[in-house]
């Protein structure tokens, strides 16, 4: 282990004594002490007792400037007023298991919003992972097949189907352990950026849909022409908004790319904060959930019959309403703002490397303009060791990355929470020029 793995590990260590005493109590609850993937960490994961703004503090009582903010849930940060306001206004009735006007209310503005929905129907679940299963089940039945297409890296969620393509390369034979071959051999995992081989799969027929990662890193062609060739093939398009909704722009991606799915699953800003997954779009599709009065044979042998505990519990939707509602009002403040903050994060990134002389480069999504997951990509020849001094380096200065490694922002970093996270970004860059875990920038 060098020096500088050492000293960065002995001062975390010491930051974080509380921290470290929970997760000895955590492995003997959960395997490897975590409830979630991108929560495992090494030497061991910082536990948090409270959130507030941009800004989380742990056990031990140093503070964070936060860039997880809630799995991207959260564009307007922590505890703001505005949501947890009317949160208030429902906890006395979660969940009545009935319908409300609110899951009216919800619904007119997730039409209003999504370019897909406007004239077609939604439907809420628990989920954005559980909406894809939804999504993926109407365009079987509503196209009569079941091949799913699905493209390299992309995440859906953890649905056996669609959590085969996410892991790789090889994508397809990585993390599928557990996935019948049955269920596996009716996916077709494509790269990006390559409509010729797509037009072959969509050619050789039996494809009932695409799914389509909005936040992933595609070209504007390509989307377009995965639209073209899906109308032509007759493929359900499915777009998967969970993390591009409301964060590319009010509309998503579909508004920022202008390109209308037939389908869109949305999930995480769409609940406000609150646990939450949606399918919107086409009638002609979504109407596959409609019951059909004295239609016997469409009721029982056409109609999906699906349940589910959590759809539309006044939490999500009240907290997702108003969320959208604060969109809608304040698009033109919103959006903005956000580019302002990601372009600050970029360019921190690339000055970082520049002045410490590393190959290195900012990536995220969108590509032409990252928005969200904005993070380094170190040379080729990076030591495997780079992201973990990475990572410490920005714990131990007060920067909390999601996953260990990105930014997903909201809109209210001040200018001190920015100087914070540049600062954190210098020094990890520093400390990989130290120990040589990056190559040196090409002359
Ligand atoms: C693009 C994308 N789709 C789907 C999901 C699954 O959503 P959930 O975790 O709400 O099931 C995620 C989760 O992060 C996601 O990033």
Redesign the pocket.
Known sequence: MSALIERLEKEYAEKHPGSKHLYERALRCFASGVTHDARYARPFPIYMVKADGTRKWDVDGNDYVDYVMG?GALLFGYNDERLTAVLEDVLAYVHMGSCTELEIEWAEMVKKLVPCARDGLVRACA????A?EMATRLARIYTGRDRVVIHENC???KWELINIGHSGPPYGLCNVRGIPKAVRDLVTIVPYNKPELLRRVFAEGDVACIIF?G?APYTRDYIREVRELTTEYGVVFIL?E??SGFRYAAGGAQEYYGVTPDIAVL?KIVGGGAPI?AVCGSREIMKYHEFRDGDDYWNRFVRIRVGGTWNAQPLSIRAGLEAMRIIDRERDEIYPRLYEICDKLTGFIEDAAETSGIEASAAGVPPERPMVSIRPRFGSGASPLAHYVYYLSLTNSGVNPFGGFRFIPCVKYTEEDLKRTEEAIRRAFDNLREGNLVPPKKP
């Open positions: 799995h989920c954005g992972g559980e894809i995440y859906h969620g990662q936040n998967d969970v993390v999930g997954g």
